[in-house]
């Protein structure tokens, strides 16, 4: 089992660095381009939100967890933003809470079909963590 925490402000730039932090972290599991693409794009797609939707134009903190097990990586990741009212409707395809923008409001559908689990829990004025995990096929054991 590994682990490592990150801490970053809610800020455009920061989505690269988070991105190639965890595709880093997960390199001993021996993913394959596609895996290694899945996640980044998840998690790109999470820090995202949590910039755009949860902060909105304000500036606060971003938790990112990863841990991996010898064929699997868990990953949470939190703001202190502003939260979602409605969490099912949020995970609904095209759902956007900027329609005034040009933005799909697919990250959550994205990473439901990228990742192997996948959930959200938000309380509204206090913020949002989605948790994910990627399994992988070949795992730590066959790396080398």
Known sequence: MNEMRLKFLSRSENEVFAR???AAFV???NPTLDELSD???AVSEAVTNSIVHG???TEG???LTCRSDERSLHIEISDSGKGIE???KALEPFFTTLEDEERSGMGFTIMQTFMDDFSVSSVSGKGTKVTM???FASGASNAG
């Open 55 to 57: 902060y909105r134009g």
């Open 39 to 41: 996640v980044k794009t």
């Open 133 to 135: 995990r990627k399994d």
């Open 27 to 29: 390199l001993p599991l």
């Open 86 to 88: 409605d969490v099912g």
């Open 61 to 63: 903190w971003i938790e």
């Open 20 to 22: 190639n932090a965890v």
